[in-house]
């Protein structure tokens, strides 16, 4: 999926669209999403300056937005918004700075009739930089 398809899923728009391309999608089930990190994300300006690095809840939140790619291409939920039911076991393993490519994969581990769970884990260079478990309220 390219942006524009991207966005014809989810409700997220410059500069809060923190996914760039879907690499791969079973729909309900799995998602591979990719953030080019530039230094010309407006966060870099204020964390830190002197040593850009990308906060880790926006890391959390790219691989929530490509969970929510995975959820929102299901026919049941073509149109709604998911948003954070929670955050569970958030783990940060490594800084994630400007001319970093941010691989986001998410496993939907259950949905139910208006919520889903996602394990994620983000890597760069096939590190692990960051996971956690996600709770999802679709509305």
């Known amino acids: 999926m390219n942006i524009q398809e991207i966005m014809d899923v989810i409700p997220h728009r410059y500069p809060f669209l ?17 953030k080019n990190v ?57 800084k994630v700075v400007p001319g970093d490519t941010l691989m986001l994969e998410i496993e939907i581990v259950k949905v139910k009739s208006v919520a889903g769970i996602g394990k994620g884990v983000a890597t760069v260079n096939g590190k692990k930089v960051a996971e956690a478990e996600l709770t999802f309220m679709i509305g």
């Open 18 to 34: 923190l996914i760039d391309t879907v690499e791969e999608i079973v729909v309900g089930e799995k998602v591979i999403a990719k």
């Open 38 to 94: 530039t230094m010309n994300e407006p966060f870099f300006q204020g964390h830190f300056p002197e040593e850009p690095v990308m906060p880790g809840v926006l890391i959390i939140e790219a691989l929530a937005q490509a969970g929510a790619v995975a959820l929102l291409a299901m026919p049941e939920f073509k149109g709604k918004t998911a948003y954070f039911g929670g955050i569970d076991k958030a783990k940060f393993r490594k």
